[in-house]
């Protein structure tokens, strides 16, 4: 026995209802999903090595980077001689080439093991090679000497 209600509300709506209401959670929930996404931005480890250099040159080697396939416009570099930063040295975004005093090789676009830095420098001086993450310019790594 089917009942008819006036007070009721139409089979047809009230699927249309519930389809809403399902399109409205699910949008809800893909974009409270995209935002946290958006702000994890978790910044890499990188591993540097010093190789022997000479009286004026060194060279730096990037032993490790925990996270793979981060270009390079993802970092910046800066060279601090005697703690006061040289601006001409200042790789930013970091690419291949020679900027100053610093000179950057990859075997790609991405910071990977295996890429290097020479520095060209006067000795009598201390150094720092700071490697930096673009978003937010917090420091990653750093390699201090004394020439």
């Given at each position: 026995?089917?009942?008819?209600?006036?007070?009721?509300?139409?089979?047809?709506?009230?699927?249309?209802?519930?389809?809403?209401?399902?399109?409205?959670?699910?949008?809800?929930?893909?974009?409270v999903a995209t935002s946290f996404t958006s702000e994890l931005?978790?910044?890499?480890?990188?591993?540097?090595?010093?190789?022997?250099?000479?009286?004026?040159?060194?060279?730096?080697?990037?032993?490790?980077?925990?996270?793979?396939?981060?270009?390079?416009?993802?970092?910046?570099?800066?060279?601090?001689?005697?703690?006061?930063?040289?601006?001409?040295?200042?790789?930013?975004?970091?690419?291949?080439g020679t900027h100053g005093s610093v000179t950057f090789t990859?075997?790609?676009?991405?910071?990977?093991?295996?890429?290097?830095?020479?520095?060209?420098?006067?000795?009598?001086?201390?150094?720092?090679?700071?490697?930096?993450?673009?978003?937010?310019?917090?420091?990653?790594?750093?390699?201090?000497?004394?020439?």
């Amino acid at each position: 026995m089917i009942r008819h209600d006036p007070k009721a509300v139409s089979p047809v709506v009230a699927i249309m209802l519930l389809l809403l209401i399902t399109v409205v959670l699910g949008t809800t929930v893909y974009l409270v999903a995209t935002s946290f996404t958006s702000e994890l931005n978790v910044r890499p480890y990188v591993g540097l090595t010093q190789l022997v250099g000479n009286l004026t040159t060194t060279t730096i080697l990037v032993a490790e980077v925990s996270q793979a396939n981060i270009h390079l416009s993802n970092f910046r570099t800066l060279l601090l001689v005697d703690d006061t930063s040289d601006p001409v040295s200042e790789i930013n975004p970091l690419n291949i080439g020679t900027h100053g005093s610093v000179t950057f090789t990859s075997i790609d676009a991405y910071l990977s093991s295996g890429d290097r830095f020479m520095v060209t420098f006067t000795p009598g001086h201390t150094y720092s090679l700071r490697i930096l993450w673009v978003n937010g310019g917090e420091q990653i790594q750093k390699l201090d000497w004394t020439a």
